[in-house]
């Protein structure tokens, strides 16, 4: 069974740090890993797409990286700032749907 | 996007009574899902569909069914609702198995 793991649960940075956010899987054989961002009260908004054959993807400030084979990704976020501050999802999907990490929320503090 | 819209937005019902979640998705989109999210738990996979009347149970699908005679729509029912199924309810569709997964808004449920 697919287990994703999310570290750290709640992260408060100071605005204009880079910061990094973790996620780890425990089964390899997945066709991609998908970043989400989560506003209090909203939906799930998907900020990257990265296929198991790629090893980062990068939009703006937010570049993730993927290694299969020690079942693991990162989020880093460049030059955060407060508008970044809300939940962010890691969520895998291989031979069962999308299972997700309890994610990790970010506060950015002016 | 899939153009996801759920309906309805909010629903309070009473415990016994069922309950019916739509979710509509304008992008002939061959897969969807029913998810459901809770505090300490995250977000917990109820039932999936991989294309009309082809349904599959999740991780959480005890007191839920889904139907789907549409590609377009996928309906999830909770034949008597209780308070442990007071929860955020998300669709999500896509395209397959290479394609990223897009979500809709959620249906907020309260069971008292």
């Known amino acids: 069974k697919q287990e994703v793991t999310q570290i750290p649960a709640a992260l408060s940075v100071p605005e204009g740090e880079n910061l990094v956010l973790n996620c780890s899987f425990t089964?390899?054989?997945?066709?991609?890993l998908q970043w989400f961002r989560q506003d209090p009260g909203k939906g799930l908004t998907s900020l990257l797409l990265?296929?198991?054959?790629?090893r980062e993807q990068t939009s703006g400030r937010l570049n993730a990286s993927l290694d299969k084979s020690s079942g693991r990704s990162t989020l880093y976020i460049a030059a955060s700032q407060p508008g970044d501050s809300a939940t962010y999802l890691c969520?895998?999907?291989?031979?069962?749907?999308?299972?997700f990490g309890k994610g990790t929320r970010l506060s950015v503090i002016a | 996007d899939a153009g996801i819209t759920q309906s309805p937005r909010h629903k309070v019902t009473e415990t016994g009574t069922p309950v019916t979640l739509r979710c509509h998705q304008t992008e002939n989109h061959r897969y969807m899902y029913w998810y459901r999210q809770d505090p300490g738990h995250g977000l917990r996979l109820i039932h999936y569909s991989y294309g009309v009347k082809d349904t599959d149970k999740g991780e959480v699908s005890d007191g839920y069914s889904v139907s789907r005679s549409k590609t377009e729509d996928f309906l999830l029912t909770l034949e008597s609702a209780t308070s442990s199924q007071t929860s955020v309810y998300f669709c999500?569709?896509?395209?397959?198995?290479?394609?990223?997964?897009?979500f809709g808004s959620g249906t907020r449920l309260t069971v008292v």
């Open positions: 999500a569709a896509h395209r397959g198995e290479r394609y990223g997964y897009t």
């Open positions: 969520a895998v999907a291989g031979n069962t749907p999308l299972v």
């Open positions: 089964d390899s054989a997945i066709y991609n």
């Open positions: 990265i296929q198991s054959s790629q």
